[in-house]
């Protein structure tokens, strides 16, 4: 079965940077077999896109979905007084309440335009189980991509730590958990709907022990690692008086700069730093809008990109970006590497390709992030007839400069799952209403 969406103004985000201004798209098999513009190619069906713009799906590298639950709070703290705050009210989670958390996240992620979720989960309350199967199970029944992490904490306040102790795991149950997680969801090769990281949370909440067992168990079972990293200036502080380094150090001392691990935020990270990211192949998920609501900084994406590190993009837990929009970390990211470093910092293509090709590269993933033979028919189309684009000479400019929309369309494997900027599988009205029946137990 051979399908054609023609009529497009198809990005494809491939090595050349190629654009077909009338261009058509070939899906077979869930996987994008030819792409271009002229004479259309036979197929079994076709539909028209309308003069749509195509991008290929954006794919997100940080998040914490159970986040949702959770929102406007601590409106004027620093990271630290935040999670501080924060942490007794994430330990009534469940696999329920993760349900719905997971359902109203994952739907306003593909709203924007995003196919493949990364989330990072590492509260994991005594005696609750089933909280990643729960998010697994919202992304299937969604029709999303999603690559759940087994998050951790076991470094609690008693001991120098910032987590309450009650939040904090033992390191061979979490190494355990995280074993059997992969065992039962974890795909493999092009095409992999579900996935899973190892990702140990902070240096902050986590031991130096667990990091390193949790490398070691990571690059046993060929999965891939995650962590935040120097976020804030506190963060810095606290490293500096903990181990007598900087968070890059410490991390790099424990073997966590290499090409199977990428870290949120680094925004505090000095020229030398960013070298050793780029030697080393470590990624990083950028996730602007976050770091602007925490008062944390702004990352040099920039030098990063220009260094040759691998860049994404992350809404970041919906408590501290309360919106989980992915196509306005595009727009977002352009204004602020050109707060930083003027208007020629960073043009409106390389802020898609930071969210496409650049946060499928952070994820290890060369089968998604462009629309080009051999990777998978992920596809965001954005209306270019509606007022945000009227009189743009440059719809592709035009469209993140006008940021954020609401996608008209998603297609993930060449699966339409949304359509006339609504969910196909799920109605969305009733996502928010189950998650508002869960987010009363989290009042504050
Ligand atoms: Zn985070």
Redesign the pocket.
């Given at each position: 079965m051979k399908s054609l969406l023609a009529d497009g103004y198809v990005v494809t985000m491939d090595d050349e940077g190629r654009e077909h201004p009338d261009g058509w798209i070939l899906v077979a098999d869930g996987m994008v077999a030819a792409v271009g513009d002229g004479p259309e190619p036979e197929a079994d069906e076709r539909e028209s896109l309308g003069g749509a713009v195509v991008t290929p799906g954006l794919v997100n590298t940080?998040h914490?979905l159970y986040q949702t639950l959770t929102r406007a709070r601590a409106q004027q703290a620093t990271l630290f007084e935040w999670l501080v705050e924060l942490y007794p009210t994430w330990a009534r989670i469940d696999a329920e309440a993760e349900y719905a958390a997971a359902r109203t996240g994952l739907a306003e992620l593909m709203l924007s335009g995003c196919t493949t979720v990364f989330d990072?989960h590492y509260v994991f309350p005594r005696g609750t189980g089933g909280l990643i199967e729960a998010e697994v199970q919202a992304a299937r029944e969604l029709g999303c991509r999603l690559v759940a992490s087994r998050g951790s904490m076991d470094l609690g306040v008693s001991d120098g730590g910032l987590p309450p102790d009650e939040l904090v795991e033992e390191v061979d149950a979490v190494l355990a958990d995280t074993e059997r997680l992969a065992a039962d969801l974890h795909e493999s090769g092009p095409g992999a709907r579900i996935q899973i990281a190892v990702a140990p949370c902070s240096p902050f909440s986590v031991t130096g022990r667990l990091m390193t067992e949790a490398a070691d168990l990571a690059r046993r079972l060929g999965l891939n690692l995650h962590t935040?990293l120097a976020e804030t200036v506190e963060e810095e502080a606290y490293c500096r008086e903990l181990y007598g380094c900087t968070p890059v150090e410490y991390l790099d001392g424990l073997g966590w700069l290499a090409g199977d691990v990428w870290c949120?935020?680094c925004v505090h990270l000095s020229d030398a730093e960013i070298g050793r990211f780029a030697a080393t192949g470590t990624g990083v998920a950028h996730?602007p809008t976050?770091n602007l609501r925490l008062g944390a900084g702004v990352a040099p994406v920039r030098a990063m990109r220009d260094a040759g590190v691998r860049v994404g993009l992350g809404v970041?837990?919906s408590a501290?970006n309360e919106r989980s929009h992915l196509f306005n970390e595009v727009k977002q990211a352009l204004l602020v590497a050109r707060g930083r470093g003027g208007p020629t910092a960073m043009t409106p293509r390389e802020a898609i390709h930071l969210g496409t090709r650049g946060g499928a590269a952070v994820l290890g993933r060369d089968d998604l992030g462009a629309i080009e033979p051999g990777r998978c028919a992920d596809l965001a189309v954005w209306a270019a007839d509606g007022l945000e684009l009227a009189g743009a000479a440059d719809p592709v400019a035009g469209l993140v400069f006008a940021g954020p929309h609401r996608v008209e369309r998603l297609y993930v494997g060449g699966e339409a799952v949304v359509r006339g900027g609504a969910l196909v599988r799920a109605d969305e009205r009733e996502i928010a209403r189950a998650h508002r029946v869960q987010a009363v137990r989290f009042a504050p």
């Amino acid at each position: 079965m051979k399908s054609l969406l023609a009529d497009g103004y198809v990005v494809t985000m491939d090595d050349e940077g190629r654009e077909h201004p009338d261009g058509w798209i070939l899906v077979a098999d869930g996987m994008v077999a030819a792409v271009g513009d002229g004479p259309e190619p036979e197929a079994d069906e076709r539909e028209s896109l309308g003069g749509a713009v195509v991008t290929p799906g954006l794919v997100n590298t940080h998040h914490h979905l159970y986040q949702t639950l959770t929102r406007a709070r601590a409106q004027q703290a620093t990271l630290f007084e935040w999670l501080v705050e924060l942490y007794p009210t994430w330990a009534r989670i469940d696999a329920e309440a993760e349900y719905a958390a997971a359902r109203t996240g994952l739907a306003e992620l593909m709203l924007s335009g995003c196919t493949t979720v990364f989330d990072h989960h590492y509260v994991f309350p005594r005696g609750t189980g089933g909280l990643i199967e729960a998010e697994v199970q919202a992304a299937r029944e969604l029709g999303c991509r999603l690559v759940a992490s087994r998050g951790s904490m076991d470094l609690g306040v008693s001991d120098g730590g910032l987590p309450p102790d009650e939040l904090v795991e033992e390191v061979d149950a979490v190494l355990a958990d995280t074993e059997r997680l992969a065992a039962d969801l974890h795909e493999s090769g092009p095409g992999a709907r579900i996935q899973i990281a190892v990702a140990p949370c902070s240096p902050f909440s986590v031991t130096g022990r667990l990091m390193t067992e949790a490398a070691d168990l990571a690059r046993r079972l060929g999965l891939n690692l995650h962590t935040h990293l120097a976020e804030t200036v506190e963060e810095e502080a606290y490293c500096r008086e903990l181990y007598g380094c900087t968070p890059v150090e410490y991390l790099d001392g424990l073997g966590w700069l290499a090409g199977d691990v990428w870290c949120a935020h680094c925004v505090h990270l000095s020229d030398a730093e960013i070298g050793r990211f780029a030697a080393t192949g470590t990624g990083v998920a950028h996730c602007p809008t976050s770091n602007l609501r925490l008062g944390a900084g702004v990352a040099p994406v920039r030098a990063m990109r220009d260094a040759g590190v691998r860049v994404g993009l992350g809404v970041d837990g919906s408590a501290s970006n309360e919106r989980s929009h992915l196509f306005n970390e595009v727009k977002q990211a352009l204004l602020v590497a050109r707060g930083r470093g003027g208007p020629t910092a960073m043009t409106p293509r390389e802020a898609i390709h930071l969210g496409t090709r650049g946060g499928a590269a952070v994820l290890g993933r060369d089968d998604l992030g462009a629309i080009e033979p051999g990777r998978c028919a992920d596809l965001a189309v954005w209306a270019a007839d509606g007022l945000e684009l009227a009189g743009a000479a440059d719809p592709v400019a035009g469209l993140v400069f006008a940021g954020p929309h609401r996608v008209e369309r998603l297609y993930v494997g060449g699966e339409a799952v949304v359509r006339g900027g609504a969910l196909v599988r799920a109605d969305e009205r009733e996502i928010a209403r189950a998650h508002r029946v869960q987010a009363v137990r989290f009042a504050p």
